[in-house]
């Protein structure tokens, strides 16, 4: 048995012969040059007509997420710029279609990753679409995950939604992947799935003739073997528990909220009985704006998903441009380190008119829809910030106020943070991030980003406490609110609502079920008093044991 460990993104044990997801395929060489450059120019738009169509089939037997997942990934297959450009490559230069599709969707590719940030993480999807056109091109077999025969887990170099939407949790035993994070699609798909996953493990794919694997989701191991191994299934949380109304089993109430980024998102949301939204991340969208929107566009945006919340709790986000996210109205010029430099609330010190008429269609839109809502800043620092931040919200008519905690100093002050305004929310991803000066979006620094880091989760218990100094909530909006286990320990830790991706919302909202407020507690100091993150997740699953 090889043994292996990367960073366990999603907790239980399985075992079970291994599939290997499809590598891209090797680079289709640029000669030698066609004959008849119109007949093979004519084959392009077709093909990627054909990736759509089995895409779009594949959208058809599915619902929520992974349709809205397909469709997105069809409708870039079809996207008539990127045939165009092709074909005239084709035209242009005689090379073989499956190049011209290659250098074409790299170009695009490249224009992305220059725009940064957000847009930059849809590279992942543009060579996606790039390599299942050329597949088509060559009558080969696409990339991605191979039908699955039998309980499998699977082996990945890192996986893109599109060969994830619809994956039959019946069938998949684990992931496993060299790349990615703990914010990865891959962690946040394992966990809606409730399979265990194991990201960030080096070595994974060298030279193994492995045909099964053990996977431990909440330490990280994987064992690889060249013999089979006895068939495991990890016992999936029971969800039977959620009842739609969020606290443990002793009646501490602890909000349990969804986590959307635009109105796509709210029926999964509603579907997972989520007891309202706890993040509401405005920026989503707007992410393609040249312009900023005038507030009676933003007044319907808003209203749009807030109304399916009419009568229960919305916390909105003012925009959180910048870093992994610019917005083009929005700019603030080449920073040597965009996470550090002008983002989310900084934004508006210099252009306090464009926060003020968000706002003001935040506060309409809370109107139009009849939701409870909040306003909360991303990216606080200082009491100061907060202070500022609370006075125009209220001067527009927005009645409860919040900040986001993100940034180590202001995890530091939480007391006098809760003083200028009425709740607080913990940006895990974020924290961590800042906490470990480790970029989160970087795989090789998936263990410091790790939301079980002991660090970490005594930042979390100082907020806590002040939380529960001043009497006023304390939420996590993070990923880490997503981990059942973790859940119910940040609720030992004083947190009162745990906000997250709506799929995640009923294996949560049980988990915080089936034990007391003490048991958290319990937990929660075991984990705090570990020296690393396995050792922390280890204590607090020994303390309900
Ligand atoms: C966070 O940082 O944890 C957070 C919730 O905000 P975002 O992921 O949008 O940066
Ligand atoms: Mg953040």
Known sequence: MLRLSGVGVSNGQAAGPVVRVAEPLPEPPASPAVTDPGAEAARISPAAQAVADGLFARAAGVEGDAKAVLETTAAMAMDPSLSSRAEQLVN???VPAP????????EFAESLRATGGYLAERVRDVHDVRDRIIAELLGVRPPGVPTLLEPSVLLARDLAPADTADLDPDLVLALVTEEGGPTSHTAILARSLGIPAVVAVRGLLAGTSAIAAEV???SGAVGLSEERVEVRAAERTDTVNWTGSGGTSDGTRVKILANVGAAADTAAAVSARAEGVGLFRTEFCYLAAEDEPDVATQRAAYAEVLEPFAGKPVVVRTLDAGADKPLGFLETG????PALGVRGLRVAFDRPEVLDRQLAAIAAAAGDSGADVSVMAPMVATPEEAAWFSERARTAGIARVG???????AALIAGELLEAVDFVSIG?????QYVFAADRQLGALAGLNDPWQPALLRLIAMIGRAGVETGKSVGVCGEAAADPLLGRVLV???????SMVATAVPAVGSAVAGVSLRACERAAEAALAASDAAGAKAAARAAFE
């Open 92 to 94: 242009q230069r005689a």
């Open 99 to 106: 190049r011209a599709v290659l250098e074409a969707a790299d």
């Open 216 to 218: 431990d989701g909440d």
């Open 334 to 337: 080449a920073e040597p380190n």
């Open 403 to 409: 900040a986001m905690v993100e940034v180590p100093a």
């Open 428 to 432: 895990t991803n974020d924290l961590a």
């Open 492 to 498: 030992g830790l004083g947190v009162s609502s745990l």
